[in-house]
């Protein structure tokens, strides 16, 4: 529902055909909303005047996730960051690309934040330690960056709107799957889980089975090893995600990279454990909740897993997923988190000082 506060203004509210799929296949009415508009506009091309005059006129403009790509600046521009190459250029990434390669995503990310920077009112980050980087090491200032901690989906917590996802059934006792959904980005480390299966064939004759969440087209780059080795259930659409998650014994998470990932957080409310890389972004949302990994090693990710399930003990394992679904639950949730959006916009509407 349309919150109260809002009622007696003009509300608009801009989605692409993707979010607004995902919307209506998980029961959006968006009839609630008196001007509901899909629009897709991709990066750059915001920039055309046809484009960024739809933007003009507004008290307020927030964008969930920028940079908007406005040819002129918004009053009261509340801007969602999430762009953490824009905060650590220098990363496992860049360094590995060619040097033509690392000139331009320095000036893409140099562009990017050009925007942030000059086109925003205030930013909304998802965890503390992106606000603390924006500070020192963009000098964006600290009464102009509020936290918003995301969360896990309603979705998870209402097994009737889960749709099947085609695992299919195990195919002997002494099988353990392990799940790492990400697309094919390069900063999600997705290479290296090769070496760890290769690894836990030589520690143990169960069959360790790992499962990818990948397109296609993402699919056909990687190598016929690969592909021979590692199990591909395709993209998944939001509500396929709980479902996948039940058909594994643990999830891997070896990100290299990010502001903040909602994999950790499904995991935990799924009560699967789960292998992090030992990385802020992930001790941020997940506290002590996790076994965490160097992920540039394929040597302790695959000991980390091994581990776990053949050297903790049942009961410790049951406690720690308990301890951890028990941490999930007293993060803030869905309702918690539009909320603090709808404080930041009133406060930015009032005077623009943060309350």
Not at 7 to 14: A, I, L, M, S
Not at 197 to 217: E, G, M
């Amino acid at each position: 529902m349309l919150n109260p506060e809002f009622r007696r203004d003009k509300v608009v509210v801009f989605v692409s055909t993707a979010v607004d799929c995902a919307l209506k296949a998980q029961g959006f009415d968006a009839s609630q909303i008196p001007e509901y508009v899909v629009f897709d506009v991709f990066g750059i091309r915001a920039f055309f005047p046809k484009v960024s005059k739809l933007f003009v006129g507004y008290d307020l403009v927030f964008t969930i996730f920028g940079p908007l790509y406005l040819s002129r600046r918004v009053p009261n521009h509340v801007v969602g960051f999430a762009q953490l190459w824009i905060l650590c250029p220098e990363n496992e990434i860049s360094t590995a690309a060619g040097r033509y390669a690392q000139l331009r995503t320095s000036l893409l990310y140099k562009i990017k934040w050009l925007f942030f920077k000059n086109l925003s009112s205030r930013l909304v980050v998802e965890l503390p330690h992106v606000k603390s980087k924006l500070v020192a090491r963009k000098g964006y200032p600290d009464a102009r960056i509020d936290v918003a901690f995301n969360c896990v989906s309603a979705l998870y917590f209402d097994r009737a709107r889960w749709a099947p996802v085609n695992i299919p059934p195990r195919n002997a006792k002494r099988v353990i799957r392990i799940g790492y959904p990400a697309r094919a980005y390069p900063h999600k480390n997705l290479k290296i889980i090769l070496d760890v299966a290769r690894i836990l064939k030589k520690l143990s004759d169960v069959d360790f089975q790992f499962y990818v969440t990948l397109q296609n087209s993402e699919w056909a780059e990687f190598s016929s090893e690969y592909r021979a080795v590692i199990n591909n259930v395709g993209e998944l659409a939001p509500a396929q995600c709980p479902a996948f998650y039940e058909a594994m014994d643990g999830v891997l998470f070896v990100s290299l990279l990010e502001c903040f990932s909602a994999t950790p957080l499904e995991a935990m409310v799924m009560r699967r454990p789960l292998f992090a890389s030992d990385r802020e972004f992930v001790r941020d949302c997940c506290g002590a909740h996790a076994v965490y990994v160097n992920p540039l090693d394929p040597q302790i990710i695959a000991k980390a897993i091994f581990e776990w399930f053949f050297m903790v003990s049942e009961e410790t394992r049951r406690r720690r997923i308990e301890d951890a679904y028990a941490y999930l639950n007293s993060l803030p949730g869905s309702r918690d988190r539009a909320a603090a959006y709808i404080k930041i916009i009133q406060n930015q509407l009032n005077d623009g000082v943060p309350k």
